[in-house]
């Protein structure tokens, strides 16, 4: 039988920072010796307080359905996390827990696009952005930016791509892939942007806490009139080491809420009520594993930086937050390993995995194919290691 999936599923790609790493994990298993820098995920453990409080509700018998939302209980610890940290003020009604930041964005899309609605995505973007709009028949607007303006638009560049179709327009500071922060000033202007031509933000905060030289982190929400127009997303992935746990959380304009337990209750239902529980207490618990593990981070990024600035045909700015870093490599473009051309990063990618046991992701699969990016959420002898291994395979094209 032919046909057998819907137009939509073949008009998308699998993510491709998740196919990357079953490559290296799959290159692993067979005994090859691959150094991967692909994934997007906290190398440290869940702290112990918040292990120990899904050990407790599971003893407590927290084991049945939730509140579709989440308990009222974890739902109130986000609205105080956003009073506290955002100075945001946000009923319980306002706010909705789902099965990882990921599961968020994808209700929300479910949630508010009609089919041709347009939702601007600066680029590059995280590589999940484009397929979720497009899954719920939503119309990506990508809009490019450059390295020369740390990977930001400017007012210009947005106003560019803007229509009357125009639902929202997806802010992500820090962003993955390219650790670029949003300054209070760029802040104003996009909210300016959205209410005069009348958009909603989607301001993804997942890399929040993960911030270095002093920046701190601002929220598009608190400008006058944009907390009716935003929807800030949030989870505890990584900021508590969590990325297997699937915890997510949104808040914005009831409607917008309701509309999204709508659609989670004719889907998953709840997110799982352990990691619910333990999610309570990594928000009201003590916060300084998130200080230790930035110590570490900022070591590490440092680290690759001044590696990475100083190969031929390599160059890098500097991250301001996440743990990646997004360096433009199109000067070794055109050189040669065998019979093997790079011509972009698809194939660049290709040569590290093969040729060098790495794995990076591509900057095309972030809508920047000068660029590759890679996470240094490893630790720090790997890092040496995989840069030693990249300099070389570098040096090596002809
Ligand atoms: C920008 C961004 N948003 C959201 C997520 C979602 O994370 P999770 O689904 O684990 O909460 C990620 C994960 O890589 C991300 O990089």
Same mark, same amino acid.
């Given at each position: ?5 819907? @137009? ?56 049945? #359905? ?23 003020? #946000?009923?319980?009604?306002? &706010?909705?827990? *789902? ?26 973007? /995280?590589?999940? #952005? ?36 125009? @639902? ?76 297997? /746990? ?23 239902? *709840? ?39 100083? &190969? ?11 743990? #990646?870093?997004?360096? @433009? ?27 060098? *046991? &790495? ?40």
């Amino acid at each position: 039988m032919s046909g057998l999936l819907a @137009k939509r599923i073949l008009e998308i790609p699998p993510s491709p920072t998740l196919s990357v790493n079953a490559k290296a994990a799959e290159l692993k298993a067979q005994g090859i010796d691959v150094l991967s820098f692909a994934v997007g995920e906290p190398d440290f453990d869940t702290p112990v307080h918040i292990r120990d409080a899904a050990k407790k509700a599971l003893d407590d018998g927290q084991t049945r #359905y939730t509140p579709v939302p989440g308990t009222p209980e974890l739902r109130k610890a986000i609205a105080e996390k956003f009073k506290n940290d955002n100075g945001l003020e #946000y009923s319980i009604d306002q &706010i909705t827990v *789902n099965c990882g930041g990921k599961h968020s964005f994808y209700n929300l899309c479910q949630a508010i696009l009609d089919p041709g609605d347009e939702v601007i995505v600066p680029a590059p973007y /995280w590589v999940s #952005y484009p397929p979720m709009v497009m899954l719920a028949e939503g119309k990506p607007i990508i809009v490019p930016t450059t390295q020369e303006n740390q990977f930001k638009p400017t007012r210009a560049d947005l106003e560019a791509a803007i229509t009357s179709k125009t @639902k929202a327009l997806v802010l992500n500071s820090p962003s993955n892939p390219t650790g670029s922060v949003f300054s209070s000033a760029e802040l104003d202007m996009v909210a300016d942007l959205a209410r005069q031509h009348d958009f909603l933000i989607i301001s993804d905060d997942i890399y929040e806490m993960i911030m270095y030289d002093g920046l701190t982190f601002d929220t598009i929400a608190g400008r006058p009139g944009m907390i009716d127009r935003t929807l800030v997303l949030n989870g505890v992935s990584k900021t508590y080491a969590m990325t297997g /746990w699937r915890i997510g959380y949104m808040a914005g304009p009831e409607e917008i809420i309701k509309g999204v337990n709508k659609i989670q209750s004719q889907s998953t239902s *709840n997110p799982n009520s352990i990691a619910q529980a333990a999610t309570i207490a990594g928000l009201r618990g003590p916060q300084d594993f998130i200080g230790r593990m930035l110590v570490q981070f900022k070591k590490r990024r440092d680290y690759v930086l001044e590696r990475l600035n100083k &190969i031929d045909g390599v160059s890098c700015h500097t991250p301001g937050g996440a743990f #990646y870093v997004f360096p @433009k490599v199109d000067g070794v473009y055109g050189g040669k390993a065998g019979d093997l051309e790079i011509t972009g990063s698809v194939p660049l990618a290709e040569y590290l995995l093969s040729g060098a *046991n &790495i794995a990076i992701v591509p900057g095309a699969a972030f809508g920047d194919d000068a660029c590759i990016r890679i996470s240094y959420a490893t630790a720090l002898e790997t890092i040496e290691e995989g840069l030693n291994r990249l300099e070389k395979a570098l040096k090596d094209l002809s």
